[in-house]
């Protein structure tokens, strides 16, 4: 018994080192998605501002002008060019409001964010090039005391419950009074 109660305390508080750790990294991870969003931003950006300078030379800005006349040409390979014009306003667009969801707000406001809208090529693309970093900043300790600390709960909880099934008259039932 006494083993056991040992084993079970040094796996719960390696559950809660880890947990923690990997807590601490959200921050740090939220951050290097912001930017490597950003950089994918800038890149479609510069990429539309060509097209929009040939808009503004030859359309007097109007991007749906300089589209239809792409849309509408003789040629096939300028027609399928619209596509290719339409995909990177589209895209330079997403980018945009990704980061104006992330930018300026309060760390539990961009993990949210990124927990409901993750870009997942992003988010692999970021992940391949991760920097671990221990920011020992009171967000990054906040966030990671509170995941361990809900996992710890949580992991209670359900080796109670399964104890409690598994031997439902020892004394190993949290749910039973005596």
């Given at each position: 018994?006494?083993?056991?109660?040992?084993?079970?305390?040094?796996?719960?508080?390696l559950?809660?080192?880890?947990?923690?750790l990997?807590?601490i990294?959200?921050?740090n991870?939220?951050?290097?998605?912001?930017?490597?969003?950003?950089?994918?931003?800038?890149?479609?950006?510069n990429?539309?501002?060509?097209?929009?300078?040939?808009?503004?030379?030859?359309?007097?800005?109007?991007?749906?002008?300089?589209?239809?006349?792409?849309?509408?040409?003789?040629?096939?390979?300028?027609?399928?060019?619209?596509?290719?014009?339409?995909?990177?306003?589209?895209?330079?667009?997403?980018?945009q409001?990704?980061?104006?969801a992330?930018?300026?707000?309060?760390?539990?406001e961009?993990?949210?964010?990124?927990l409901?809208?993750?870009?997942?090529?992003?988010?692999?693309?970021?992940l391949?090039?991760?920097?671990l970093?221990?920011p020992l900043n009171?967000?990054?300790?906040?966030?990671?005391l509170?995941?361990?600390?809900?996992?710890?709960?949580?992991?209670?909880?359900i080796?109670?419950?399964l104890?409690s099934l598994?031997?439902?008259?020892?004394?190993?039932?949290?749910f039973?009074?005596?």
């Amino acid at each position: 018994m006494f083993i056991t109660q040992t084993l079970k305390n040094l796996l719960d508080k390696l559950i809660f080192a880890c947990v923690l750790l990997m807590g601490i990294q959200l921050p740090n991870f939220a951050i290097q998605y912001q930017q490597s969003l950003d950089a994918h931003y800038q890149e479609s950006h510069n990429q539309l501002q060509q097209y929009q300078d040939i808009a503004n030379r030859y359309y007097l800005g109007n991007m749906d002008q300089l589209l239809a006349a792409h849309q509408n040409n003789a040629v096939a390979a300028i027609r399928a060019e619209a596509k290719i014009i339409t995909s990177l306003i589209e895209r330079s667009d997403y980018l945009q409001q990704q980061l104006n969801a992330l930018q300026n707000k309060p760390l539990i406001e961009r993990l949210w964010h990124l927990l409901n809208q993750l870009n997942f090529d992003i988010a692999n693309e970021v992940l391949k090039n991760y920097s671990l970093s221990l920011p020992l900043n009171s967000e990054a300790i906040i966030i990671g005391l509170a995941l361990a600390f809900a996992c710890s709960v949580a992991l209670q909880i359900i080796l109670a419950t399964l104890l409690s099934l598994l031997h439902p008259k020892s004394g190993n039932n949290i749910f039973h009074r005596s």
